[in-house]
């Protein structure tokens, strides 16, 4: 343990690329250094004593993403008595190089959470509490699925009530089941469930919004592109706009479209002319 003491002490756990030294060396012996290296870093995440854990934990994160660590983020989030809350931070930085898949990640960090905030409350808790909540709420959609089924218990932890709030739209499933909550006389966890409830109506009405504006976006630009080019067959004098001695030779007049008054059509006050008549003739 002394080498990997000093390899600590050089900063060489900080280091994503190659070690220098092992660039000075011959392929074969370079190749047997990283290997050792790589073996002395990975052994030392699985050894929950190893005062170095933590600062292999970090050198695995970045340098070995596709080492299978699988198993100690699995001992660290089911533990009990529940470990160290630095524990759970490290493990939560090995989680997005997991070969676990997203539901089993969610169901891990999930019960974890319930875990922790079932304990007597501690500023360690609420660091890991965060961490955790955190983690989860980059995850809308899988958080959606994970706490679907625990909202049908009888007894449902508070924290899942509050953190389908952050479901965003994906939450919609998870709406029956929170409104039958907010029905009860359990007043805390009314609350909790109706101010989730609310979260995701909104999230959900301002996807549609987003989605209706999408879809609204390219028929303003084909408008646009019709304005330039019925401008374009009546600009004599190519400056991509219309005077009124342009416009008088056009069937129809677009005089309404000079909107500013300065006897000129543009480009964009055509397109809105144009949609505004397109507007007046759907509520006819």
């Known amino acids: 343990m002394k080498t990997f003491a000093i390899l600590l002490s050089l900063g060489v756990f900080v280091c994503v690329e190659t070690p220098a030294f092992v660039h000075a060396q011959e392929p074969d012996v370079a190749e047997s250094i990283e290997a050792r290296y790589r073996n002395l870093i990975l052994n030392t995440v699985e050894d929950p004593n190893s005062d170095l854990r933590y600062h292999a934990i970090d050198v695995a994160a970045r340098r070995y993403p596709d080492a299978d660590l699988d198993a100690c983020i699995r001992r660290t989030l089911t533990s009990d008595p529940l470990i160290d809350s630095q524990d759970v931070s490290h493990a939560l930085r090995l989680l997005p190089n997991s070969k676990m898949t997203s539901q089993e990640q969610t169901r891990l960090l999930l019960d974890a959470l319930v875990r922790w905030t079932s304990e007597t409350q501690t500023r360690t808790n609420g660091v890991v509490i965060r961490d955790l909540t955190d983690f989860l709420k980059q995850r809308p959609a899988g958080l959606s699925r994970g706490i679907a089924p625990r909202l049908k218990q009888d007894d449902i932890p508070r924290v899942l009530l509050s953190l389908a709030g952050y479901t965003q739209q994906h939450g919609q499933p998870l709406l029956d089941d929170l409104l039958k909550v907010a029905e009860t006389s359990d007043v805390l966890r009314k609350a909790l469930a109706l101010n ?25 630009e084909r408008l646009r592109e019709y304005a330039r080019k019925i401008i374009s067959r009546y600009d004599a004098n190519g400056d991509e706009a219309l005077t009124a001695s342009e416009w008088d030779k056009m069937l129809m007049s677009p005089a309404a479209a000079d909107t500013d008054g300065d006897g000129k059509i543009t480009v964009e006050e055509y397109a809105e002319f144009l949609a505004n008549r397109s507007a007046a003739r759907g509520t006819d």
């Open 196 to 220: 989730s409830a609310t979260s995701v109506i909104r999230a959900i009405e301002d996807s549609v919004a987003k989605q209706q504006q999408s879809k609204a976006a390219p028929a303003s």
